[in-house]
């Protein structure tokens, strides 16, 4: 209770900006600071899979006082595992936050696309990740994108 009172307190830093890549080796990406959305990478032509999105005030509120201020990324190092076991293929998960002059990127290369791990600190980072690609994935300007070319299960 009191990390969503602290955060309760705590406003939006005017600099707040943030930058997450996911999916099957990385493929899909969004910043926030500059509205770039990508559904993949691995496509014949990937710039067909590229397009533009500003989080609504109500998404970037969501995302900071829900998912990212609670997550306190300064705890966690830079190359980090999250417990969650691997799979094939693997899946890489970058998170980057902007905010009060400093930036902080936390990466889990190769883990496995299991949205569970043992480790409550694991478990919080992975769920924010999937919350964050969620809320992008359902937004009208992915859903325009092309379907995938390469389907990996």
Wanted: overall charge negative.
């Amino acid at each position: 209770v009191s990390c969503y009172l602290e955060a309760f307190f705590q406003t939006i830093p005017d600099d707040f900006s943030f930058a997450l890549t996911w999916g099957a080796f990385g493929i899909s990406s969004y910043d926030s600071q500059t509205g770039k959305l990508v559904k993949t990478t691995d496509a014949t032509n990937p710039s067909d899979y590229v397009t533009n999105y500003h989080l609504t005030e109500e998404e970037k509120a969501h995302i900071f006082y829900d998912l990212i201020y609670p997550l306190n990324v300064d705890a966690y190092p830079v190359m980090y595992d999250p417990g969650n076991g691997i799979s094939t293929p693997s899946r890489t998960l970058v998170l980057t936050v902007r905010m009060n002059g400093t930036e902080k990127t936390i990466k889990a290369k190769d883990i496995s696309f299991s949205n569970e791990s043992e480790d409550a600190k694991g478990q919080a980072f992975l769920s924010t990740c999937k919350a964050i690609s969620d809320l992008l994935k359902e937004t009208e300007e992915w859903k325009t994108l092309p379907d995938y070319e390469v389907i990996y299960e």
